[in-house]
C-alpha cells in the first residue's frame, strides 16, 4: 500500500516563514464571551500559543510575531531537510492542539498553515507587510464593531464601511470619543515572540567568587515599534542576525 500515498515532496531552503492562520475561528470561538474588537485573553493565549511552539516544538524558529488570528515564524534553519508538506502539518497540528488546551475548548481549534520564501533581505519588508495588515485589521475591526455596536446589523455596517479608506474609519470613530492613536500598541502592531539573553549572577566553585553568566529565556514584546521606524529597523536587523 506504500505506493498509494499522494505527497509532493517538495522542499524549501530557508530562510522561510511559516504562517499559519486560524480557520473558521468566528464560530468556534463564538459564545466564549470574548471582547470585540480586540480581547487581550485571547490575543495572550495566541502569544502563549507561539512562546509554546518556540520551546517545544523541536523546530526552533528565530521569532514569531502576531496579531488577530494568525503567527508567522521565521526559519533560519529547517528540519526534515525541508519538506514542506512535512514542517505546515506539523506547525499546523501543534499550533490547534496547543491553543485548543490553553483556551480548554470544547471544540478543537484548527490552523491551516503555508511556507512563505524569502531572501535574507526580504524578510523585514514580509513583516512590515504583515504589521500593515495589523493596522488595517485594526482600523476595520474598531470601525465595523463600533457600528454594530450602535444598532447596524453585521451587513449594514460592512455597506457603510465598504470602499472608505482608512483615515474615513478613522475620523468618524475620533467623532465618537475613540483615538485610534491612544489603545494598546498590541492592537495596532501585534505581538512578537522571541529569545531574549538576560544576566545572571552567582557563586562560581572553580573561581570561588561570585561570577556573572548570560542566560536566555523566551519572551513577549507587547510593545513592539512600527517595523519601518529607526527602532523597528534595528530590532528586526538584531534578530534576524542573531547566533
Same mark, same amino acid.
Given at each position: 500500500?506504500?505506493?498509494?500515498?499522494?505527497?509532493?515532496?517538495?522542499?524549501?531552503?530557508?530562510?522561510?516563514?511559516?504562517?499559519?492562520?486560524?480557520?473558521?475561528?468566528?464560530?468556534?470561538?463564538?459564545?466564549?464571551?470574548?471582547?470585540?474588537?480586540?480581547?487581550?485573553?485571547?490575543?495572550?493565549?495566541?502569544?502563549?500559543?507561539?512562546?509554546?511552539? %518556540?520551546?517545544?516544538?523541536?523546530?526552533?524558529?528565530?521569532?514569531?510575531?502576531?496579531?488577530?488570528?494568525?503567527?508567522?515564524?521565521?526559519?533560519?534553519? $529547517?528540519?526534515?531537510?525541508?519538506?514542506?508538506?512535512?514542517?505546515?502539518?506539523?506547525?499546523?497540528?501543534?499550533?490547534?492542539?496547543?491553543?485548543?488546551?490553553?483556551?480548554? $475548548?470544547?471544540?478543537?481549534?484548527?490552523?491551516?498553515?503555508?511556507? #512563505?520564501? $524569502?531572501?535574507?533581505?526580504?524578510?523585514?519588508?514580509?513583516?512590515? &507587510?504583515?504589521?500593515?495588515?495589523? !493596522?488595517?485589521?485594526? #482600523?476595520?475591526? !474598531?470601525?465595523?464593531?463600533?457600528?454594530?455596536?450602535?444598532?447596524?446589523?453585521?451587513?449594514?455596517?460592512?455597506?457603510?464601511?465598504?470602499?472608505?479608506?482608512? !483615515?474615513?474609519?478613522?475620523?468618524?470613530?475620533?467623532?465618537?470619543?475613540?483615538?485610534?492613536?491612544?489603545?494598546?500598541? &498590541?492592537?495596532?502592531?501585534?505581538?512578537?515572540?522571541?529569545?531574549?539573553?538576560?544576566? #545572571?549572577?552567582?557563586?562560581?566553585?572553580?573561581?570561588?567568587?561570585?561570577?556573572?553568566?548570560?542566560?536566555?529565556? #523566551?519572551?513577549?514584546? !507587547? +510593545?513592539?515599534?512600527?517595523?519601518?521606524? +529607526?527602532?523597528? %529597523?534595528?530590532?528586526?536587523?538584531?534578530?534576524?542576525?542573531?547566533?
Amino acid at each position: 500500500m506504500k505506493n498509494r500515498e499522494i505527497f509532493a515532496e517538495m522542499r524549501c531552503i530557508p530562510p522561510v516563514v511559516v504562517r499559519a492562520d486560524g480557520r473558521n475561528f468566528r464560530n468556534t470561538l463564538s459564545g466564549l464571551g470574548f471582547k470585540k474588537p480586540y480581547d487581550q485573553t485571547f490575543a495572550r493565549a495566541l502569544a502563549d500559543t507561539a512562546e509554546l511552539f %518556540i520551546k517545544k516544538s523541536g523546530l526552533s524558529p528565530l521569532f514569531a510575531y502576531t496579531f488577530s488570528n494568525e503567527i508567522s515564524f521565521l526559519f533560519m534553519e $529547517l528540519s526534515f531537510e525541508g519538506r514542506v508538506e512535512k514542517i505546515d502539518s506539523i506547525v499546523a497540528s501543534f499550533l490547534s492542539s496547543s491553543l485548543t488546551i490553553n483556551l480548554r $475548548l470544547e471544540e478543537p481549534a484548527a490552523f491551516d498553515s503555508r511556507i #512563505v520564501a $524569502l531572501q535574507k533581505e526580504e524578510i523585514p519588508a514580509y513583516f512590515h &507587510w504583515r504589521q500593515l495588515e495589523a !493596522w488595517r485589521n485594526f #482600523v476595520t475591526s !474598531w470601525g465595523y464593531y463600533t457600528l454594530i455596536d450602535e444598532g447596524m446589523d453585521k451587513d449594514e455596517a460592512s455597506r457603510y464601511l465598504k470602499g472608505k479608506k482608512e !483615515w474615513e474609519i478613522h475620523e468618524m470613530l475620533f467623532k465618537r470619543g475613540i483615538n485610534l492613536a491612544t489603545l494598546p500598541a &498590541w492592537q495596532r502592531r501585534g505581538i512578537m515572540i522571541y529569545t531574549k539573553e538576560y544576566e #545572571v549572577s552567582g557563586f562560581n566553585p572553580i573561581l570561588g567568587r561570585e561570577a556573572k553568566s548570560q542566560r536566555r529565556k #523566551v519572551a513577549q514584546n !507587547w +510593545e513592539i515599534p512600527n517595523f519601518k521606524s +529607526e527602532e523597528g %529597523i534595528v530590532l528586526l536587523e538584531k534578530l534576524i542576525n542573531r547566533n
